[in-house]
């Protein structure tokens, strides 16, 4: 029974039977970024051409001014006197329209479609001085090109399939890397390793539906694909490797955003000692005064290329001093906004024993974040503990001493196990939106199972997975609203 539907995945578009979905599928995948205000926004662009400083702002050795667009060659012309040949750094005198010399360096010029941007390009290489770069922009401009917004190239470069919205991102998030793990990363996704996965899952799932769709233009041929294990079986995969990617993508954004860890506790548990140590400097006021730390104090550091926050908070007690109360609540929401507590005892006044469930309730914090508190028993040189890590009711404890050092190793494994370090594999870099996207696609993909299950009419099923391929295109920018494109490109800095 299921053959025919076979046979019609087999067998080209062309020679498909006019079987509208199922060609409009087929279609619809060759096609890409086909909306009419795209196709409109890439003919504006082949319209004008764009100007910007692509060195950064300041000066240096060499400062590089970029130009896109289709009158690249005349401005060459113009400006060095000579259209240089494609890709060859040719050393020349730079005029403005009045013959005034502006500089002289190099010029390279990438025809079209082999550039960047897929348009051509010119690229001035001067001396790095703001005032020599700018006297060249205004000679551009004179000459009909017009300053180029933020992140315009990467988007030119996006809509003439240079690079995927995924890839673009990159582009930025390379250039703002904090460390080189992130910037590994941000290669990897700037090199389609994020954009290949995601491609990959789309085809299966684009197969998936053509499947499904087939079978209900099919309804004579009695095709009971529900009662058919393969596309349950195809489901399965597809989850399987949905989530493999979240799980990597979480881990990219963490490399891009990294975590806050606040450390709280009561006055004197030596909090201020501990971010003091952990950021290698005496950021924090340490004194046997308790109630010395008022404000919030944040300091930031790197383990292992993710960036960490590290936030020092006042000790939380019942205090008459309003200065210190003020210091209190804001504590309260710094803790709100990390995602992880070390909560420090005082191990010269405090005793521990193994009901952390009930010693958690005797701390004036709310229920809500017992999930995220490590518990740090400081201070063991002037207590009976000895340096160890202990697991107990689902939480670490760990006992130390700040002041000897003693178990400050056990801490840096244990920020290393929250930011999930221990394997060394570098990701991709990846962003919130993509994060978001990926939820969509598997609650599309929950929804389609349930269809399945449920034994639903085909067109559901096929309905989820048609949102589900769309939410995985919005990654790569295949299926992504223009309002949100701009958005994206406007925040890139200009001359990307
Ligand atoms: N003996 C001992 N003293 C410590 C240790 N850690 C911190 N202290 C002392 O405890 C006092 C309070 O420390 P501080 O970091 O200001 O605590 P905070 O109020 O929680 O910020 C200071 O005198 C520190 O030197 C430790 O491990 N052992
Ligand atoms: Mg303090």
Redesign the pocket.
Known sequence: MNKDAHSILSCDEACAQPSSAVYALVHEQRGKHTTKSQLERRRAYTEDTIVAPATAQGRGGIGVVRVSGPICAAIAKAIAGVLPRERLATVRPFYDSNQNLIDKGLVVYFKAPHSFTGEDVLEFHLHGSPVLLDLMIQAILHLGARLARPGEFSERAFYNEKIDLAQAEAIADLIAAGSATAARSALKSLEGEFSRLINALVDKVVHLRMYVEAAIDFPDEEIDFIADKKVADMLEDIAAELEAISQQAEKGVLLQEGITIALAGK??AG???L?NYLSGKDS???TPIPG??RDILQEYIQIEGVPLHII????IRDSDDIVEQEGIRRALLALDKAQQILWLIDGEQETLDDDISAYLKTIPLDQKYHDRITLIYNKIDLSTQTARSKQQDGHTILYLSIKTGQGLDLLQQHLKSILNLNDNEASFIARRRHLAALAAAKEALTKAKEALHARLAGELLAEDLKEMQNNLSEITGQFTADELLGKIFSEFCIGK
Do not use: E, M, R
């Open positions: 006055p004197n909090k201020s000692s971010l924090a006021i340490v010395t730390t020092d908070t006042a000790g």
